[in-house]
């Protein structure tokens, strides 16, 4: 089958012809219907040698939509032909975040070599995927996998953190979204459907900020010098009662932390880098910081849902999978109009 490796550090990533899969016992091989591209992945391609902690080459893709197309021995609850999406972060199944279905904070899965697809196992930018559990399979239901596959990660990572700071987001309140990019788009679109909050969108391009308000947000600003008086005019002074920044390079942590009202919630969710320094007198009085990552399986099921319910709806640009390092040289360059897509079949 053709796949999309990521096989000589520093070099870009070649279309290359490997052996199919077969499942075997316990696991599910899928034929792969669309695969997204993520900015993730072009920090993997960016790290040295000795901060890779798998070997190379690596099929890419981290999110991934699929027909069942085979089942291993022992695998029930599947039949082939299903369609389903790829829940990315695995671990080991057994213990007590595992079991809560918060397999993203599985403590046992790095000392256990369990890697997610497309970040150390094989991914989803081939013909054909192996799932290593059904458990990590979740129904489509009727979702076009183009329009699903960026919920996979795109929409599940957003979410999670938009989930944990709801408290905060009552009438009347403020919300900021760092970076109106692939993320970023859909935290506007989440923020609108689940909260009452006024969101406000930060970018320094004017094409994200022209989508950010086609998808929803109340305000866009650039995210320039002017950027943090801009939102506190617009909040009466108060700042922000939460801030997800979807780039977390260094000087978006700090206009984060700069746009925090007293008690909000920052949520770097972003991977560029970038430390908030937390202590007393450092930040508003009570704010809380973190870091999250990905979401729970059970988180998937409800943004699927909500995507179901015309809540969601990712842009994107697809792309075959002799396209597929083009897309990747349009994301690093910053020309993806939201999600850019594989489809390994068309």
């Known amino acids: 089958m053709k796949a999309l490796q990521y096989r000589t550090i520093g070099a870009a990533p070649e279309v290359v012809t490997v052996p199919d899969p077969e499942p075997g016992p316990g696991q599910v091989l899928l034929k792969v219907t669309a695969a997204g591209v993520c900015h993730s992945d072009i920090a993997l391609m960016s790290r040295p040698a000795e901060a890779l902690s798998f070997a190379l080459p690596l099929t890419l893709g981290h999110e991934g939509v699929g027909t069942v197309a085979a089942l291993g021995a022992g695998v029930s609850g599947l039949a082939e032909g299903d369609d389903v999406a790829v829940y990315g972060p695995w671990g080991c199944g057994t213990c007590a975040k595992c079991a809560e279905g918060k397999e993203n904070y599985c403590p046992r899965a790095e000392a256990l070599g369990i890697r997610p697809p497309g970040l150390g196992a094989p991914g989803s930018m081939a013909e054909y995927l192996l799932v290593d559990d059904p458990r990590h399979l979740v129904p489509l239901a009727g979702l076009d996998p183009v329009a699903a596959v960026p919920l996979t990660d795109a929409g599940l990572t957003p979410y999670h953190a938009i989930k944990r ?182």
Do not use: C, N
């Open 165 to 346: 700071a709801l408290p905060r987001l009552v009438p009347g309140s403020t919300a900021v979204v760092i970076g109106a990019g692939g993320l970023g788009h859909v935290a506007v679109q989440l923020l609108r459907a689940l909260t009452p909050a006024r969101v406000v969108a930060l970018d320094i391009s004017e094409d994200k900020l022209r989508l950010a308000r086609q998808v929803g947000a109340h305000e866009a600003v650039l995210s320039d010098a002017g950027a943090v008086a801009a939102v506190r005019e617009l909040t009466a002074g108060l700042g922000a009662q939460a801030v997800f920044d979807f780039v977390g390079a260094p000087p978006t942590v700090t206009l984060a932390g700069a746009l925090a009202a007293i008690e909000g919630e920052i949520s770097i969710v972003g991977i560029g880098g970038g430390a908030l320094p937390v202590g007393f007198g450092t930040l508003p009085y009570e704010v809380t910081v973190s870091s999250p990552y990905w979401g729970s399986r059970g988180e998937l099921t409800e943004v699927l849902a909500l995507a179901r319910a015309g809540a969601l709806s990712v842009h994107t640009e697809t792309y075959s999978l002799d396209e597929a390092p083009l897309a990747y040289e349009r994301l690093r360059q910053g020309l993806v109009d939201g999600r850019a897509v594989i489809l390994p079949h068309g």
